[in-house]
């Protein structure tokens, strides 16, 4: 049977039905997945030091063959596998204290790579910082890395080693590499200086130099990247351009009006985003844009402005939340803004009663409520618009892409805004929201506070606790998070029931509240509207609070194990207080080994800023994710250096895209094709419209 990159693993030369089990756990079916499949670091033994010249003091990469082996005890009680490994020059010991497992993998004649520090201790010994098995005792001759190569190292699993896993695509990759089809070369820029893909997949898995593997992950970046931004410039195109959307005129009735009933100014980047939103809404074509910002930086007011708009324009506005109690947090906010002009926001939730929501419901289709807002009951069939013409969906990566569509498919053509309180870096959201125009608002409003941050022990608990009750005590409230909900074995963690009876216990008599994923919808947003209304003074929390909570009141945020949320996630549950003009503060309860990283968050409440140390921490993968239905998830971006890449894919795509927007031409057919590989529904979902 001639191979093909459709053909499924299990045919390949010492592979079989039963090894392809285990290689399906990593994502692997076929021969392109595993071409695809790349390594995640290098391990450069172009440098290989010999034995002899290892001087104490030194850090080095040594290449031996394993004489002996041996687990050592100590008077400490601390047990030491130790091997000692020889080649043409001599032999070195290598120490792994507290690593005995290690007795179970590294055996005597197996060919080891240990990169680590010399040591004097009884004569010169290594204690390696990584160790990487290059081949095992009975295939000396399948490895040539005596020699120094610059050794890839990949993603394994469980019966599964990265060693198969370099050996089965070391023997087929001439094979594999010709069955590739470069259709995306004629795009990628001559001044990017990349390798064509198949040189690219050569680099990856036999690279001559780190910096050859280096260009070849860039080159498989950009396809990545060039695909990405086909799908969501067309998707960006055919909901501004495919259907006509409504050219509201600018009236300056009710916008003045509230401009000027405002209690405050507006910023400079609320103004602008203002006016590119109004240049959006007065188009002929439909708006499609993000307005991020961060927690407290004014976006309510914004869409506002532009609610007002379409209600100058006879058309009604709708604004969808995540949650009832951020509906009806949003609710209030629009009626205190409003009140001057005489409009009162209509709230449809849930927790309404029958007739209540017919009622409002019936108001809502005769046109009566000009503006609404709600939860998930603003897209259920039997609510039906008048004349629906501007939609604000509030943390919109809360909503599937089919949710925002039921919403946005009441009306015909709306413009859409989507607010996000999660800053992003600018090279991630061309990639995440290239499909959307975006305003930014990174100015805080005059007169907000920043929240003080500090890192304590948890040996300073008492005196934390201390100062939580002084400021119960002064009619403030208090949030304490945690990272999990119950203790485990498995896990040294404080979790939040636990010590949410432990804190009743320290901070008697003030009441605890206790709020978490599993308890169920109702009781927990009763919870936290008791909060809200200053029923309960702590609440006690996982990352549950982290959106749709907003209590003025609220000065103290205490989050124990900071070291497991991320960095974007701690700044949007520090977000939750210095909402208010009091002084407000952020205690993170971490142990000395847990600190370094927490130190750059705690010196800033920029999110922009604290988005990049959260994209440099975590790396490209892990931020972008997989998207909802369609998922757009990255293997090779870096987004800490490939800016270039992503503008350059971007303008690439936009040209293809300005030309043949449903990719329908011949010469762009194979594209499409691979697009719609790739995507699957991506296609047609990436963005509602």
Same mark, same amino acid.
């Not at 499924?8 to 390949?12: P, W």
């Not at 010492?14 to 285990?22: C, K, L, Q, S, W």
């Not at 909503?399 to 039921?406: D, I, K, L, S, Y």
């Not at 909802?628 to 998922?631: E, K, M, V, Y």
């Given at each position: 049977?001639p191979?093909?990159?459709?053909t499924?693993?299990?045919?390949?030369r010492?592979?079989?039905?039963?090894?392809?089990?285990?290689f399906?756990?990593?994502?692997i079916?076929?021969?392109?997945n595993?071409?695809y499949?790349?390594?995640?670091?290098y391990?450069?033994?172009?440098t290989v030091?010999?034995?002899?010249?290892?001087d104490?003091?030194?850090? /080095?990469? &040594?290449v031996?063959?394993? !004489?002996? %082996?041996? #687990?050592l005890?100590?008077?400490?009680?601390?047990?030491?596998f130790? =091997?000692v490994?020889?080649?043409?020059?001599?032999?070195?010991?290598?120490?792994?204290?507290?690593?005995?497992?290690?007795?179970r993998s590294?055996k005597?004649?197996?060919?080891l790579?240990?990169?680590g520090?010399i040591?004097h201790?009884h004569?010169?010994?290594?204690?390696?910082?990584?160790?990487?098995i290059?081949a095992?005792?009975?295939d000396a001759d399948?490895?040539d890395?005596?020699?120094?190569?610059?050794l890839?190292?990949?993603?394994?699993t469980?019966?599964?080693?990265?060693?198969?896993?370099?050996?089965l695509?070391?023997?087929?990759?001439?094979?594999? /590499?010709? &069955?590739?089809?470069?259709v !995306?070369? %004629?795009? #990628?820029?001559k001044?990017?200086?990349?390798?064509?893909?198949?040189? =690219?997949?050569?680099?990856?898995?036999r690279?001559a130099?780190?910096?050859?593997?280096?260009?070849g992950?860039?080159?498989?970046?950009?396809?990545?990247?060039?695909?990405?931004q086909l799908?969501?410039?067309?998707a960006?195109?055919?909901a501004?351009y495919?259907?006509?959307?409504?050219q509201h005129?600018?009236?300056k009735?009710?916008t003045?009006?509230?401009?000027?009933a405002?209690?405050?100014?507006?910023?400079?980047?609320?103004?602008?985003?203002?006016?590119e939103i109004?240049?959006?809404?007065t188009?002929p074509?439909?708006?499609?844009?993000?307005?991020?910002g961060?927690?407290?930086?004014?976006?309510t !007011?914004?869409?506002?402005?532009?609610?007002l708009l379409?209600m100058?324009?006879d058309?009604? =506005?709708?604004f969808?939340?995540?949650?009832?109690?951020?509906?009806?947090q949003?609710?209030?906010?629009?009626?205190?803004?409003?009140?001057?002009l005489?409009?009162?926001p209509?709230?449809?939730i849930?927790?309404?009663?029958?007739?209540?929501k017919?009622a409002?419901?019936d108001?809502i289709a005769?046109?009566?409520?000009?503006?609404?807002v709600g939860?998930?009951?603003?897209?259920?069939?039997?609510t039906?618009?008048h004349?629906?013409?501007f939609v604000?969906v509030?943390?919109?990566h809360r909503?599937?892409?089919?949710?925002?569509?039921?919403l946005?498919?009441?009306?015909?053509?709306?413009?859409v805004l989507?607010l996000?309180?999660t800053p992003?870096?600018?090279?991630?959201?061309?990639?995440l929201?290239?499909?959307?125009?975006?305003?930014?608002?990174?100015?805080?409003?005059?007169?907000?506070?920043?929240?003080?941050?500090?890192i304590?022990?948890s040996?300073?608990?008492?005196a934390?606790?201390?100062?939580?009750?002084?400021?119960c005590?002064?009619g403030r409230?208090?949030?304490?998070?945690?990272?999990?909900i119950?203790?485990?074995?498995?896990?040294d963690?404080?979790?939040?029931?636990?010590?949410?009876?432990?804190?009743?216990?320290?901070?008697?008599?003030?009441?605890?509240?206790?709020v978490h994923?599993?308890m169920k919808?109702?009781?927990r947003?009763a919870?936290?509207?008791?909060?809200?209304?200053?029923?309960?003074p702590v609440l006690?929390?996982?990352?549950?609070i982290?959106?749709?909570i907003?209590?003025?009141?609220?000065?103290?945020?205490?989050?124990?194990?900071?070291e497991r949320?991320?960095l974007?996630?701690?700044?949007q549950?520090r977000?939750?207080?210095?909402?208010?003009t009091?002084e407000?503060?952020?205690?993170?309860?971490?142990?000395?080994?847990a600190?370094d990283?927490?130190?750059?968050?705690?010196?800033?409440?920029?999110?922009?800023?604290i988005?990049?140390?959260?994209?440099?921490?975590?790396g490209m993968?892990?931020?972008?994710?997989a998207r909802?239905?369609?998922?757009m998830a990255?293997s090779?971006?870096d987004f800490t250096?490939?800016e270039?890449?992503?503008?350059?894919?971007r303008?690439?795509?936009?040209?293809?895209i300005?030309?043949?927007?449903?990719?329908?031409?011949?010469?762009?057919?194979?594209?499409r094709?691979r697009?719609?590989q790739r995507?699957?529904?991506g296609m047609?979902?990436?963005?509602?419209?």
């Open positions: 049977m191979l093909r990159l459709d499924s693993v299990q045919y390949l010492g592979v079989g039905p039963h090894r392809a089990e285990t399906a756990r990593l994502g079916h076929t021969v392109e595993l071409l499949h790349i390594p995640h670091r391990l450069d033994a172009t030091t010999p034995i002899a010249r290892a104490v003091g030194t850090e /080095v990469t &040594l031996g063959r394993v !004489v002996s %082996t041996g #687990v005890p100590t008077r400490r009680r601390l047990r030491i130790r =091997a490994i020889r080649d043409a020059s001599g032999l070195i010991e290598c120490a792994w204290p507290g690593q005995t497992f290690l007795d590294i005597e004649g197996q060919l790579l240990v990169s520090p040591k201790y004569g010169r010994q290594m204690v390696p910082r990584e160790q990487v290059l095992g005792p009975d399948d490895e890395t005596d020699k120094g190569l610059v890839p190292v990949y993603p394994a469980e019966g599964l080693s990265h060693r198969q896993i370099r050996r695509i070391k023997n087929h990759l001439e094979e594999f /590499v010709a &069955l590739v089809d470069d !995306v070369l %004629t795009s #990628v820029p001044e990017l200086n990349l390798p064509s893909l198949r040189d =690219a997949l050569l680099a990856v898995h690279p130099t780190t910096s050859q593997a280096e260009q992950r860039r080159r498989l970046a950009f396809d990545e990247l060039f695909d990405m799908v969501v410039v067309r960006r195109h055919l501004k495919a259907v006509k959307g409504i005129e600018i009236k009735q009710l003045t009006q509230l401009k000027e405002l209690p405050f100014e507006l910023t400079g980047d609320q103004r602008r985003a203002i006016r109004t240049a959006d809404m188009a074509h439909r708006m499609h844009r993000l307005l991020m961060d927690v407290g930086s004014g976006k !007011v914004v869409a506002l402005f532009a609610m379409a100058e324009n058309s009604q =506005a709708v969808m939340a995540p949650t009832e109690l951020l509906a009806e949003h609710a209030a906010t629009l009626t205190r803004f409003l009140a001057p005489g409009i009162v209509e709230l449809l849930g927790r309404l009663s029958a007739s209540e017919a409002i419901r108001r005769t046109g009566v409520s000009r503006i609404v939860t998930h009951a603003l897209f259920q069939e039997k039906r618009f004349l629906l013409g604000v509030d943390e919109q909503f599937g892409v089919e949710q925002r569509a039921a946005i498919e009441k009306g015909e053509a709306p413009d989507l996000s309180a992003i870096p600018r090279t991630l959201a061309l990639t929201y290239g499909d959307l125009d975006v305003s930014v608002i990174k100015e805080k409003p005059a007169g907000r506070q920043a929240v003080r941050t500090s304590r022990s040996k300073n608990r008492s934390i606790y201390a100062f939580v009750s002084e400021q005590a002064a409230q208090v949030y304490v998070v945690y990272p999990v119950e203790e485990s074995e498995k896990v963690l404080k979790a939040a029931t636990t010590m949410a009876e432990r804190l009743r216990e320290d901070l008697s008599p003030l009441q605890i509240g206790l994923g599993r919808a109702e009781e947003e919870t936290m509207r008791a909060f809200r209304d200053g029923e309960i006690v929390a996982t990352s549950v982290e959106v749709g907003d209590v003025p009141n609220a000065t103290v945020m205490v989050i124990e194990h900071p949320f991320g974007a996630q701690l700044h549950l977000g939750r207080v210095g909402r208010g009091a407000s503060y952020c205690i993170l309860v971490a142990d000395a080994g600190r990283r927490l130190r750059n968050f705690a010196q800033t409440n920029d999110g922009f800023r988005a990049e140390l959260d994209l440099q921490e975590r993968g892990q931020l972008a994710g909802q239905s369609g998922g990255v090779f971006t250096k490939d270039d890449l992503i503008i350059a894919s303008k690439a795509a936009l040209e293809i300005r030309l043949d927007p449903l990719l329908d031409q011949k010469k762009n057919s194979a594209l094709t697009l719609q995507y699957e529904r047609e979902l990436f963005r509602v419209g």
